[in-house]
């Protein structure tokens, strides 16, 4: 969990720079192939419960996905489920989605009713959340960095 606090919020030591460089430029991690060493991908594969378990800090956004980080109260994708069906890319990025100018390009359209209304919604959150050109930050419970492996086993295995 440590290596992956220190990758997501692209810590200055060359392990994590090499690593965002070679493999990551213009991708997000846990949306792409696995690829790297076999200690690497063993890391990786735990994003899923780092990425359940930290919130972001949404600054541009580069490599937070829209529907499936929790970013806001709750995962979106999990709040919005009937407007999250009808998104032409499930891995979409904050930062596309704050710049784009119409739900054409994000939505197969006609969209329905319901969909329509968690659309508006959505799009409140994402006024409401602004766009910064800071860092984007994973926050570990607690506001804490030094998560110990128990804490995070506990939480793991506790839902």
Known sequence: MKHLHKFYNKYN???????????????????????????????????????GIAR???GDGPTVTFGEELWSKDILANQFPVLYSFAKNANSLVQDIMLVDDLDSLFH???????????????????????????????LPGDTINLSISICNHLQFSR
């Open 109 to 139: 359209l006609p969209l329905s009713l319901p969909a329509f209304r968690d659309a508006r919604l959505a799009m409140g959150m994402i006024l409401m959340l602004g766009f910064s050109f800071g860092v984007t930050k994973y926050i």
């Open 56 to 58: 972001c800090k949404v």
């Open 13 to 51: 030591i060359p392990r994590v720079q090499l690593i965002w460089f070679k493999y990551y430029t213009g991708k997000i991690p846990h949306s792409s192939p696995e690829v790297g060493s076999f200690w690497w991908k063993d890391v990786l594969r735990l994003s899923t419960l780092f990425r």
